[in-house]
């Protein structure tokens, strides 16, 4: 709802008229990070452009690939949920995704290191200058 000065509160929705009926009707989450949108209904592609399929080249290309296609879907629902609160089924796939993000996340840090830049008070070394960089093109595609 937003308010206005001359005639108090007004409904808008943001999404167009999706209703909670429509909420069922999402893509997978790789096809969805493509797009750019979890709803199958809501996705108008500009012009005649189209997406193209991330293929990842090695094991932590695509545990990685993995986890920002959760992030993405996990955000998407996110922003959804703050306009349709109500949801339950949606509510329920969201912790579904959250949960399956953790367990990636903790698989990809124990292989290969951490996600993000951590706060710590330890002695060993940070050897964030031994990583790859993004014009390094290791394993075919460039970090970013």
Known sequence: MLFDDNFGFITY??????????????????????RGNMF??????????TYKKI????????LLLEI??????INDLNLYLDL???????LKKFNELVEKSCKYEMEYVKNYGPLEVIDSTSDEKFDWISNPWPWDNEGGTKYV
């Open 13 to 34: 929705d943001l999404y167009n008229g999706l209703s909670n009926k429509d909420s069922s009707k999402l893509v997978s989450i790789d096809e969805g990070f493509l």
């Open 40 to 49: 199958a209904n809501e996705y108008k592609p500009y012009k005649s452009y």
């Open 55 to 62: 293929i990842p080249k090695t094991k932590r290309e695509e």
């Open 68 to 73: 920002m296609e959760l992030s993405f879907a």
């Open 84 to 90: 349709h609160p109500e949801d339950g089924k949606m």
